[in-house]
C-alpha cells in the first residue's frame, strides 16, 4: 500500500475576505478527492485587510465601494457570484446590502491560540460561518467565544485571551513577516511545502492538478 504524501498548507487570509472562504473550501474539496494519496498539514496565518477599522465597523458594499472604487450594481454582481459558488462548494452566504465588515485583530489572536492547541482549522471554518453565514458582530467578544466553543475550545479559556490583549505581538509579527518578507499583498494565499504558492479562491481542480503535480516532482 502506497503511504501517503506529506502535504504541508500555509494558509494566509482574513475572517472578512469572501474569497478565503471559497479557497477554503475548493481546497478542502480538492483533498477529499485526494485521499489517500496526501496527507495536509494545515498551518493558518493572519492578513487583517482593514487593520486600522475603527471597532463598530463599516458596511461592507460601502467600504468595498470607496475601498475600490468600485459602483454598487458591480458589489451586488460580485455578491451573487460568491453566494454562487459558495452553494457549490456547500457554503452558504447571507450576504446583502445590509452586510457589515469588522476589524479582525481579536480574531487572529484568537486564532493564534487556537494553532497552538490544533484547533486552528475549525476556528477559521466557525469565524466564517459566523460572519458570512449568520451575520453576526465579529466585534461582539461572545461572538467570538461561542465560535471558539464551536471549534472545540474551551469557551472560558478563549474569553481571557480576548479580555487579556493576548499574542497581538505575535499576530502582528507574523503580518509583517508574511507582507515585508514574502510580499503577500492580498489573500488568500495558499503556499504548499513553503514553496508553491496559489492566489485566490481557485476551484477544486485547479488545487487538485497542482497538488498532483507537487507530489509526483514535477514543479
Given at each position: 500500500?502506497?503511504?501517503?504524501?506529506?502535504?504541508?498548507?500555509?494558509?494566509?487570509?482574513d475572517?472578512?475576505?469572501p474569497?478565503?472562504v471559497?479557497?477554503?473550501?475548493?481546497l478542502?474539496?480538492?483533498?477529499?478527492?485526494?485521499?489517500?494519496?496526501?496527507?495536509?498539514?494545515?498551518?493558518?496565518?493572519?492578513?487583517?485587510?482593514?487593520?486600522?477599522?475603527?471597532?463598530?465597523?463599516?458596511?461592507?458594499?460601502?467600504?468595498?465601494?470607496?475601498?475600490?472604487?468600485?459602483?454598487?450594481?458591480?458589489?451586488?454582481?460580485?455578491?451573487?457570484?460568491?453566494?454562487?459558488?459558495?452553494?457549490?462548494?456547500?457554503?452558504?452566504?447571507?450576504?446583502?446590502?445590509?452586510?457589515?465588515?469588522?476589524?479582525?485583530?481579536?480574531?487572529?489572536?484568537?486564532?493564534?491560540?487556537a494553532?497552538?492547541?490544533?484547533?486552528?482549522?475549525?476556528?477559521?471554518?466557525?469565524?466564517?460561518?459566523?460572519?458570512?453565514?449568520?451575520?453576526?458582530p465579529?466585534?461582539?467578544?461572545?461572538?467570538?467565544?461561542?465560535?471558539a466553543?464551536?471549534?472545540?475550545?474551551?469557551?472560558?479559556?478563549?474569553?481571557?485571551?480576548l479580555?487579556?490583549?493576548?499574542?497581538?505581538?505575535?499576530?502582528?509579527?507574523?503580518?509583517?513577516?508574511?507582507?515585508?518578507?514574502?510580499?503577500?499583498?492580498?489573500?488568500?494565499?495558499?503556499?504548499?511545502?513553503?514553496?508553491?504558492?496559489?492566489?485566490?479562491?481557485q476551484?477544486?481542480?485547479?488545487?487538485?492538478?497542482?497538488?498532483?503535480?507537487?507530489?509526483?516532482?514535477?514543479?
Amino acid at each position: 500500500m502506497t503511504t501517503p504524501a506529506q502535504l504541508r498548507i500555509d494558509f494566509v487570509s482574513d475572517v472578512v475576505c469572501p474569497w478565503c472562504v471559497i479557497g477554503l473550501k475548493s481546497l478542502e474539496q480538492a483533498l477529499v478527492n485526494l485521499a489517500g494519496e496526501v496527507t495536509a498539514d494545515w498551518h493558518f496565518h493572519p492578513f487583517e485587510l482593514n487593520p486600522g477599522m475603527a471597532p463598530e465597523g463599516e458596511n461592507s458594499a460601502e467600504h468595498i465601494a470607496r475601498k475600490y472604487g468600485r459602483p454598487p450594481e458591480a458589489g451586488a454582481a460580485a455578491r451573487e457570484q460568491i453566494k454562487a459558488m459558495g452553494e457549490q462548494l456547500g457554503f452558504r452566504f447571507k450576504g446583502g446590502p445590509d452586510a457589515m465588515i469588522w476589524n479582525t485583530h481579536d480574531c487572529h489572536r484568537l486564532l493564534h491560540w487556537a494553532q497552538m492547541a490544533g484547533k486552528a482549522h475549525a476556528l477559521k471554518t466557525a469565524l466564517f460561518e459566523a460572519h458570512f453565514s449568520r451575520a453576526e458582530p465579529l466585534n461582539d467578544p461572545e461572538v467570538l467565544v461561542a465560535a471558539a466553543a464551536g471549534a472545540g475550545l474551551d469557551a472560558g479559556a478563549a474569553r481571557e485571551v480576548l479580555a487579556s490583549g493576548r499574542y497581538a505581538d505575535e499576530v502582528n509579527a507574523a503580518q509583517n513577516w508574511w507582507r515585508q518578507e514574502q510580499d503577500v499583498h492580498a489573500v488568500p494565499a495558499i503556499i504548499f511545502n513553503g514553496k508553491y504558492a496559489i492566489m485566490g479562491g481557485q476551484p477544486p481542480a485547479t488545487f487538485e492538478k497542482v497538488i498532483r503535480r507537487i507530489v509526483a516532482g514535477e514543479v
